[in-house]
């Protein structure tokens, strides 16, 4: 005999960062009375993961942040860039102070939580119905944020994979006044792009981390070759290191089209709901902002709809870039330096974040190289043109696990 339906007012499937920032966002916004579920057969916490992300300061992360800098570096061969990033900064955010902070939240609002996952979501029109192993949920509203594929497959699929180890040195080796943004000193893949980067906590621990664009995966061992080698780069002597940490990550980078309202009571959130930049998988910033504009709906009496994540017009300059450098058109530590050697920083960062104005992104248009780019603006076109013409000719695309081991950097140092 099947349990009798709970009912609530919002539920929110997927209890991972995009889940637990709208919990946040709520509470601090003071909603009361709003019967809230969480629907999700992981209860998240602890250190899962590393965001990195740019900002203004004085916000609700300030008191989460593990780091931030002011200044980064951009490095390509021959060039070493020191980048002022004011009024923004780069800051780094572990996942453990965010899901204590959903936590408090969770208590706060009295939210109730299921521990199984979401077989099925169906909208019935005046309700959405979630079937679940413990049995069927009622909500007005469902916000979702399991991750899925795009709606179709891109005209170019990408995937952002990467490895990365913490450090602790035994005496100061890292620089705790600036970050690396990207370092492009790395081997250069056959396809695609390949750089290093380095957030220091201070100036004897930090995260350095190997990061690839392209559409294939490495091995285990390769991620490790390849973070090894950057670690040698830098000049770090690996008897004097020892990695307390691996992390590792696949984040999509296509053009093809992620739905954020799949029907009208559903609303996807984090990736699935278009939240991660396409030109650079960076994800964070996009889903901090749905957090904060549902949590503002919800408490204005409003439906709990954010804004489209990126405007139309940034969308499409990330599928011309990305046919760009798929294509070979272009190379990426080439294209990522004029964006920075031309433009003021703040401005590079606002772009890919979706947060410029029309003449600033023909300034940023203007940067890149004018053949290679109108090459791709025109394939792209007619790619868009035979998609109308013969939809569905391409084949399923999804994105895959990342690689978690084994990882050579989990025994001791040599």
């Keep these: ?41 992981v209860h998240r916490r602890g250190q899962d993961r590393t965001w990195a992300f740019w900002d203004e300061p004085g916000n609700d992360l300030d008191d989460l942040l593990t780091a931030s800098w002011t ?14 990033l004011a009024p923004l900064r780069y800051a780094m955010l572990r996942s453990g102070p965010i899901y204590d902070r959903a936590a408090e939240a969770e208590r706060r609002l009295g939210v109730r939580r299921i521990v199984a996952g979401a077989e099925e979501v169906h909208d019935e029109g005046d309700r959405v119905v979630v079937r679940t192993g413990d049995g069927p949920l009622r909500a007005a509203w469902v916000l979702d944020s399991r991750p899925r594929p795009p709606r179709r497959p891109g005209r170019t699929n990408w995937l952002q994979h990467f490895r990365g180890w913490w450090l602790a040195a035994d005496r100061p080796v890292f620089d705790p006044e600036r970050a690396v943004l990207m370092d492009f000193r790395t081997p250069q893949p056959a396809r695609g792009v390949s ?46 290191l020892t990695v307390t940490e691996v992390e590792n ?3 999509p980078m296509t053009d093809g089209p992620f739905v954020a309202r799949p029907s ?21 910033s996009a889903m901090h902002r749905q957090a904060e504009q549902v949590a503002r709906a919800v408490a204005a009496g409003r439906d709990p709809v954010p804004a489209s994540a990126y405007p139309p017009r940034h969308r499409w300059m990330d599928a011309v870039a990305l046919r760009a450098l798929d294509r070979d058109l272009v190379g990426g530590p080439e294209f990522f330096g004029r964006l920075f050697d031309r433009n003021p920083a703040s401005r590079v960062l606002r772009f890919l974040d979706g947060g410029t104005t029309r003449v600033e992104d023909l300034a940023v248009m203007r940067s890149t190289r004018t053949l290679p780019m109108v090459t791709a603006g025109v394939a792209d076109a007619a790619g868009r043109l035979r998609d109308r013409l013969a939809p569905g000719r391409r084949p399923a695309w999804t994105v ?5 081991g084994p990882s050579d950097a989990e025994a001791p140092p040599h």
Excluded: K
């Design 195 to 240: 750089f290093g980067y380095v957030l220091p906590v201070d100036s004897r621990y930090a995260l350095i981390e190997y990061t690839e664009f392209g559409p294939d995966l490495l091995t285990s061992a390769a991620y490790d070759t390849a973070l090894a080698g950057y670690r040698d780069l830098l000049g770090l002597d690996p008897a004097r």
């Design 264 to 284: 009208p009571r559903v609303v996807r959130l984090g990736t699935a709901g278009g939240a991660t930049r396409p030109s650079t998988g960076f994800t964070f």
């Design 400 to 404: 895959p696990p990342a690689v978690v």
């Design 71 to 84: 200044q980064v570096e951009v490095v390509t061969p021959g060039t070493h860039r020191t980048l002022d």
């Design 1 to 41: 005999m099947s349990s009798a339906p709970v009912d609530v007012d919002l539920a929110l499937v997927g209890g991972g960062g995009a889940a637990s920032l709208v919990l946040a966002a709520l509470a601090r916004h003071g909603v009361r009375d709003l019967r809230i579920a969480v629907v999700d057969p």
């Design 249 to 251: 990550g696949v984040i």
